[in-house]
């Protein structure tokens, strides 16, 4: 049973720098930065004033179900912790671990509540036949709610690839225009994946505008984060790996569908919720 409050002086922090995560297997990586995220977590639920919206249960739980499925070690991922660590502390000393710490905490609480939002569209899309809305549909809810990023959001669902090479897209060329419209302060609220989405396939013919906010969004994410260009490409594809995942459940023909009719719909952000797609069916 892992401890759930631990002194300071025995909390580790990541770098992906660092020679034991560089020479760790892809699956090994993954655990490391969701083990990251509960230590990080453990520490802000002790120390922070703050209270976060993610807690680690919610981490530690995910991180079981990961190790379930694939080849990692727990132990490796706290030795690749435990030496960045002390390599920080003894560098930078302690108020540049807590900087660091809390600086953790907050990117993992945005990624994980990102992660409940996915979650939630892939089980809408399980229960029911995916709804597809026309480029005027998704405009006159922009126009409405000023939601910019679950429509572009469900465009990067809905095309995983990107625009087709060889013929026209409307909703890339929405999506190219929604980027224009938001501009760099609106793009803060775009997920990560419509992001990588964007940086790695092509959804508008020409608009190099909209091409160069979207990498500088890109490129700030990476800093953030902290990932070298190298770092930065495995999070990308690990990301397509995901949107080619939900298209595919998108398109899978959902068990138990005959007889009834179902309608899918954007349900607006509320206070302390972000937007999500939402599924009613009823029977025919």
């Known amino acids: 049973m892992r401890m759930r409050f631990l002194p300071l002086l025995t909390l580790p922090v990541l770098s992906l720098s660092s020679t034991a995560f560089a020479q760790a297997s892809e699956d090994q990586q993954q655990a490391v930065l969701i083990y990251e995220c509960g230590k990080a977590l453990v520490w802000a639920e002790a120390y922070s004033p703050q209270k976060l919206s993610v807690s680690s249960d919610e981490v530690w739980n995910h991180f079981d179900a990961f190790a379930a499925t694939h080849s990692v070690s727990e132990a490796k991922a706290k030795i690749a912790l435990d030496d960045y660590w002390q390599a920080v502390f003894d560098e930078d000393g ?3 671990l807590v900087h660091l710490i ?8 945005e990624e994980y509540l990102d992660r409940r939002t996915s979650q939630t569209v892939t ?8 709804v597809e809305y026309t480029v005027a549909q998704l405009q006159a809810h922009i126009d409405e709610t000023g939601d910019y990023a679950s429509v572009a959001d469900y465009i990067i669902y809905h ?3 990107g625009k087709d090479p060889f013929g026209d897209s409307p909703e890339g060329e929405l999506l190219g225009r929604m980027v224009m419209d938001a501009g760099p302060k609106g793009l803060i609220r775009f997920s990560d994946a419509s992001i990588l989405a964007m940086v790695e396939a092509q959804y508008w013919q020409y608009n190099p505008p909209a091409s160069r906010l979207v990498d500088a969004e890109y490129r700030r994410r990476l800093r953030v984060r902290n990932y070298s260009q190298a770092q930065g490409r495995s999070w990308s594809e690990r990301a397509a790996r995901d949107r ?5 459940l998108a398109k899978a023909k959902p068990v138990g569908s005959i007889g009834k009719h179902c309608d899918k719909y954007l ?8 937007a999500a797609w939402v599924t009613k069916c009823t029977r025919n």
């Open 267 to 274: 349900e607006p952000a509320g206070p302390g919720t972000p």
């Open 244 to 248: 080619a995942e939900q298209a595919r």
């Open 159 to 161: 095309l995983p690839n």
């Open 123 to 130: 089980a809408a899309t399980e229960q029911a036949a995916p």
């Open 102 to 109: 809390m600086t953790t905490a907050s990117r993992c609480e």
């Open 94 to 96: 302690q108020d540049e």
